[in-house]
């Protein structure tokens, strides 16, 4: 069964903790990406990856930090520094990133910071 | 960069009413999609149509893209397609990114 897992669901944190959100698919896609939702808005991206070992920035990158060791895997660490993280997280993927590839989410990771 | 608008912002319509949806872009893309987010969050993929007509079912959509506009049509509306419908576009002039309008909220009354 092919798809896009995404875990914790429902996730609390901390003021001052640093906090990771799981991404793994299996459909073989080479570009993987997280975005971020607040309420009654669109999808923001915060990071993207077109292939292993490589990512860049989106567009609200600062307070978070990403890394893709491997095709499968494209965690998202949501750092202190981040000074509103209370949002709903998601994260997607595509056969490439450039050219016309449809995008694939998964079904989110709720963080809220107490 | 390009700016994507989606009218109306909410739409509240009564079982088995038909609707349309409107997705504004303002720079040519090349990847259109339509999602329906549901009341769990989770985004599903409704039409990848960058240009041309596709039908799904109830659903249809319509991209123009020498016009920069994508309609989305939902016939004999029913409660479950209550939720936030978005267009994502991506753009030739940045081809790793898509960016999404900020929805449509449908809410369909029994």
Not at chain 1, 88 to 105: R, V
Not at chain 2, 8 to 36: K, M, Y
Not at chain 2, 41 to 47: M, P, R, V
Request: with cysteine; proline share 5%; aromatic share 12%.
């Amino acid at each position: 069964d092919g798809g896009i897992t995404q875990s914790p669901k429902y996730l609390f944190r901390k003021e001052g903790q640093n906090v990771t959100l799981s991404c793994e698919q299996n459909l073989n896609h080479d570009a993987m990406y997280w975005y971020r939702q607040d309420p009654g808005q669109g999808l923001r991206l915060i990071y993207y990856s077109q292939i292993v070992n490589d990512f860049q920035k989106g567009d609200i990158a600062e307070g978070y930090s990403v890394s893709r060791e491997k095709k499968e895997s494209f965690p998202l660490t949501v750092t202190s520094a981040q000074k509103n993280p209370t949002a709903f997280y998601l994260c997607a993927s595509s056969m490439a990133s450039g050219g016309a590839y449809e995008q694939f989410f998964g079904p989110g990771t709720r963080l809220t910071v107490l | 960069g390009i700016q994507v608008e989606q009218s109306p912002p909410d739409l509240i319509l009564q079982e088995g009413a038909n609707s349309t949806l409107r997705c504004n872009f303002s720079d040519s893309v090349n990847n259109l999609q339509w999602f329906h987010q549901n009341p769990w969050g989770q985004l599903i993929n409704l039409f990848y149509i960058p240009s041309g007509t596709k039908q799904n079912g109830r659903l249809s959509a319509t991209t123009v893209a020498t016009e920069r506009y994508s309609l989305l049509y939902i016939s004999s509306s029913q409660t479950t397609d209550s939720g936030v419908y978005f267009c994502a576009v991506r753009p030739y002039s940045s081809a790793s990114k898509i960016i999404f309008g900020s929805g449509t909220r449908l809410s369909i009354r029994p």
